[in-house]
């Protein structure tokens, strides 16, 4: 069936560089995309969201850009910091109703 | 606002026996509750998606009378593991979402396990 998956299993990246998640979708008719950010133990944690009608989104220190050509979603950290340390799920929605489909995550490890 | 919570966060039970995971929305209305399941090292999955005072619908592969699900009132949604076996022993995490809107708001999560 419809799946989302991600490229990149784990992510070392340095204190105060940027970081980039990447994540494939394959379920064109979903309608919006979200990041969620989990830690050990921890339910996910809401990051950023994007809609099907738009190709960038910004927050604090978090972009998502969309490219619906190629059903890809990436997240970008700016900055990163030890805190940002966890474990990073894609999910997309509204193909089925209010359901998520998450992809299969990527862990962040910041190293200082 | 939009805060979940789950209780208990860490149950330890023997095999054969029963155990009642509760999920409330405190500060806001859930017309829809959603129970994931999650694997060491692994993604969540959905196991089933329960409305307030209807039927839960599980995802294929849900056993729907080993995980009962009830959404009686707009705050509060149970997941009852039953007879519970060793293979249940995982991440349990609920979330939940206002009528009209497509955002979840999870809980923090219940680790179970069975002996």
């Known amino acids: 069936g419809e799946s989302v998956g991600l490229h990149l299993p784990t992510l070392s990246v340095q204190e105060g560089d940027n970081s980039i998640i990447n994540c494939a979708y394959s379920?064109?008719?979903?309608?919006?995309f979200i990041w969620y950010k989990q830690e050990s133990g921890k339910g996910p944690q809401f990051i950023i969201d994007i809609r099907s009608n738009m190709d960038k989104r910004q927050g604090q220190r978090v972009t998502v850009l969309l490219n619906k050509t190629v059903k890809h979603l990436s997240l970008q950290i700016a900055a990163t910091q030890p805190g940002d340390s966890a474990v990073y799920f894609c999910a997309e929605g509204g193909a089925a109703g209010n359901k998520l489909t998450f992809g299969g995550g990527t862990r962040v490890l910041v190293k200082p | 606002g939009a805060v979940v919570s789950q209780h208990p966060s860490r149950v330890i039970c023997k095999s054969g026996t029963s155990v009642k995971i509760e999920c409330r929305s405190l500060?806001?209305?859930?017309?829809?509750m959603f129970w994931y399941r999650q694997f060491p090292k692994k993604s969540l999955m959905l196991m089933a998606t329960?409305?307030?005072?209807?039927?839960?619908?599980?995802e294929q592969g849900v056993e729907k009378d080993k995980f009962l699900i009830n959404h009686a009132s707009l705050t509060l949604s149970t997941l009852t593991v039953t007879s519970a076996h060793p293979e249940d022993s995982s991440f349990y995490i609920c979330s939940a979402s206002r009528a009209g809107g497509y955002e979840q708001y999870f809980g923090p999560g219940t680790r179970l396990t069975v002996t």
């Open positions: 329960s409305n307030e005072g209807s039927k839960a619908t599980y």
């Open positions: 379920n064109s008719a979903s309608d919006y």
């Open positions: 500060d806001f209305q859930a017309t829809t």
